[in-house]
């Protein structure tokens, strides 16, 4: 049986684009991959997403890009880290 991803709605995520960037935390070596909205947990206006890669030679950053940009429904290449591309707090920029 294929595991059945649960993402916030796409509409939900762009609402906290602001200036096209979007400001995540990131947790590598999670259990299961996930986003969740600021509310529910994570810092303040942070998008939280789990993923289950290592942190390893950018496997943390690839899997985030493919979880988000099939959460929002875009292609990956779109999607870009900006800044903190060694840290757990990035920011990524979102066409408009």
Same mark, same amino acid.
């Not at 916030?8 to 602001?18: C, D, F, G, H």
């Given at each position: ?7 916030? @709605? ?5 609402? @906290? ?8 935390? &990131? ?36 899997? &985030? @890009? ?31």
């Amino acid at each position: 049986m294929a595991k059945k991803n649960h993402f916030p @709605l796409a509409t939900e995520i762009l609402s @906290l684009v602001k200036d096209g960037e979007l400001t995540i935390k &990131v947790v590598p070596n999670a259990g299961k991959n996930s986003i969740a909205m600021p509310k529910e947990a994570g810092p303040a206006g942070a998008l939280l997403i789990r993923v289950t890669a290592t942190p390893e030679d950018g496997k943390a950053n690839i899997a &985030v @890009l493919k979880l988000l940009s099939k959460a929002l429904r875009l292609p990956k290449s779109s999607l870009a880290i900006v800044r903190g591309n060694n840290a757990r707090n990035k920011v990524i920029t979102i066409p408009h």
